[in-house]
C-alpha cells in the first residue's frame, strides 16, 4: 500500500494513491482518493488501541495503520465499518489474545448484546441467542459461509477452529434475513479466521483446574502461488462436578490462491467431541452422555472485475450420538439417539458501483437433510449406521431458495441501504415469501452520527422442533415458520479516545416456536406459540484514556449495557424457552498494560434473567425455580517476551454459584495457566 501527504485546508493528511499489495480491496474498485484520517476513526471503534508513534522531528512523521480489518460483512457487499447502520460488534485478534476466555463461547459472553447459556464448559456446548431470542434464531458463518445447524441450535456452535484461529468475530443484532439469509432471526455472528496468506508458526499448552489440559500446533506456508493454514488443537478435563468430563479436538485447513483474476479461497475441517452432559436436556436423567462430529468444506471465488462476483460453494455433515445412559442403563431403555445431518449449499454474489450508489444482486440455494433412528418420517428402507450394528430407520430432507437484491445510495451525509430476500422451501406451503427492510444513517457530525433501521425475517423450525419425541418431549411436523419485524434507531459516537452507541430497538414476533407445557403435564410439546412483542436500549461505550491523556493510566475502559423487555399473551401454560431472557445484562472492563511487557484484562459481567425453571432434588420431585440474578468477575494476566506469551487467567473469580440453564450448575473458579508462541512473517 502507498500514500503520501497532502494539504488539505491548514493541515496536513494522509491520502491513498495506489492500493500496490492489495488489489482486491474495496477502495481500488471505487477509483477515489480515500483520507487516511477517516478510515482510522472506522478503525478506532472496532479495535481496542491503535498504535500511533509521533517524534518531535517535524522532517519525520512515523505512523504505524493497520488498515487490512476495515471491511466488514453487515451488508451484502464490503463496507467500511464507519458505513454500517446498525449495532455490529467487532472483536479482533489483538482483544482476542488479551481476554480471559479459552473458547469461542465465553469471548461471547463479554458482548452485552448476545446470552450465552452454556450448558457444557469450554466450547462443549452453549447456546447462544442475541437480544431476548432463542438459540435457535440465529445464524452462524464461518468466513462468511452459513454453517448452521438444521437439526437444533445447540449444536451450531459445534465449530472445527479453536478460538487462537480467529482473526476476528462480527456480531450483527437484529434481523438479517436480506444480508444473510434465512434463519438470521435475531442477529448473526460471522467467524473469520487467520489470513493464510502470511508465514507464520504457533503453538501452545495450558493446564488448569478439574483436570483441564489444553494443547495446538498451527502454521501458514507457502508452495509456489498457494498460501495454506492448517492447525490441530485438542482439549479436556476431568469435569468440575461428576459427569461433565470431555475431550475435544479440532483440525482445520484453510488456502489462496491469488491472481490478476481474483482470489480462489478454500477451507476444511474436522471437530470431534465425546462428553458427559449431565442434565443437559433434562434433569430427570442427570447421567447423559454424548458424541458428536463435524465435517465441513467451502470454496469461495471473489472476482477483481468491475461487476464483482463472489460464488462460493459448501457443504457440512454433523454426526450426534447421544446415550440417555451412560451407566447402569434400566430395562425398558432399548437403544441410544443416532442422527446425521447433511447440508449442501451454493451461492453467488454480484456488487457494482455506479453513479447512483453500489447495487448487489444474487442467489443460493441450500438443501438440508437428516437421517436418525428418531427424527423425520419412517423410511420403507433402512439404512446402517457406519460401523455399527445399528440403522437410520427416519429422515426427511428440505430445499431453501432465495434471491436478493440491494442498493446503497449516498447523498452528502445521508446513507441509505434498502433491500429484499424472496425466499422458497419446499416442503412449506404458501410459495415465495417476501423479507424487506433498509438501513438509514445521518452524519450530523465528524464523530456523531444518527442511525435506523426497518428489517424482517424468519427461521425454519428444525428438525428437533418437528419430530423429536422422547420421554419428555414431543415435536410437532405441523410448526410453520417464525416471523419477525424489526425496528431500531439511535446514535454512534466515533472519536479518536472516546467511541460507542446507544440504540433503541424493537422486535415483534409471530408464530414463534417454543416447548410448552401445562403445570400438572410431564411432556413437552413444541409449537407456535403466541406473538411476543421485545423492546429494550442497548448502551456502549469505550474510552482509551492512556492515549488520550498520555498517563499511566489504563489502556482501555469499557462499559456496554442492555435492558430487554419481552411481553406476551397470558397463557396459562409454562414456556421452556422464550420466555427465559437476559432482563438487564451490564458487562464492564478493563485492559491495563503494567510496565513494558505484562498486560492485565479484567471482565465484570452482571446477568439478570427472566423465567423459571423445573428444579429438581434427588428424587426427581420439581418445583418452579426462578433465576437468581449474579455477577462474575474474570481476570487474565499475559506477559510477553519476543515471540512467547505466558498468561494466567481466573474465571469466576469470586467462585460465584449460578445457573444459565436450569438444573446445569455452572462451574466455580476455574485456574488456567499456560504460554503459547507465535511468530509471522508478513
Known sequence: MKYQVKRKGDGNALVF?????KNYSLFSTLNKVVIISVLSVAYLISVPVAVVAISNDTTKIKIQYDLDEIEVTASRVPVLFSQVARVLTVIEAQEIERMPAQSIQDLLEYVAGVDIRQRGTEGVQADVSIRGGTFDQILILLNGINITDPQTGHHNLNLPVSLSQ?????????????????????????????????????????????????TGLSGSFRTGKLNHYIAAFRKSSKGYIENTDFRSLNVYYSGQYLSRAGKLFYQGGISGKGFGANSFYTPVYPNQYEEVQVLFGSIKLESYTKMNLTPSVYWRSHSDKFILFRNNAPDWYKNHNYHRTDVWGADINSWLVWKGGKTSFGAGYRTESILSNVLGEPMEERIAFPGKDKFFTHSKDRKL????????????????TTGVLANHVSDRKGGIKYFPGFDISYQVTEPLKIVASWNTSLRMPTFTDLYYKGPTNLGNPDLKPENSTSVEGGVKLNTKFLNGHMVLFHRKGTNLIDWIKDEDDALWKSMNHTIINSQGIEVNLFWLPKLQLN?????????????????????????YYVMDYLRHKFVASVTQRVFKSISLDLRAIYQDREGTFSFYRENNSSYEYEYNPFWTVDLKAVYQI??????????NLFNRQYYDVGNVIQPGRWIKAGISFNRRNN
Open 166 to 214: 480467529i482473526e476476528r468475530i462480527e456480531i450483527l443484532e437484529g434481523p438479517a434475513a436480506r444480508i444473510y439469509g434465512p434463519n438470521a432471526f435475531s442477529g448473526a455472528i460471522n467467524i473469520i479466521t487467520r489470513n493464510p496468506a502470511s508465514e507464520s508458526l504457533g503453538a501452545e499448552v495450558s493446564a488448569g483446574s478439574f483436570g483441564y489440559f489444553n
Open 401 to 416: 431458495i432465495s434471491v436478493f437484491a440491494e442498493h446503497s445510495f449516498f447523498l452528502d451525509k445521508w446513507r441509505l
Open 642 to 651: 519476543r515471540h512467547f506469551d505466558l498468561f494466567v487467567s481466573a474465571n
Open 17 to 21: 494513491r495506489k492500493w500496490g499489495r
Open 551 to 575: 498517563k499511566s493510566l489504563p489502556d482501555k475502559i469499557g462499559f456496554s449495557y442492555v435492558y430487554n423487555q419481552q411481553q406476551k399473551e397470558e397463557s396459562p401454560v409454562i414456556s
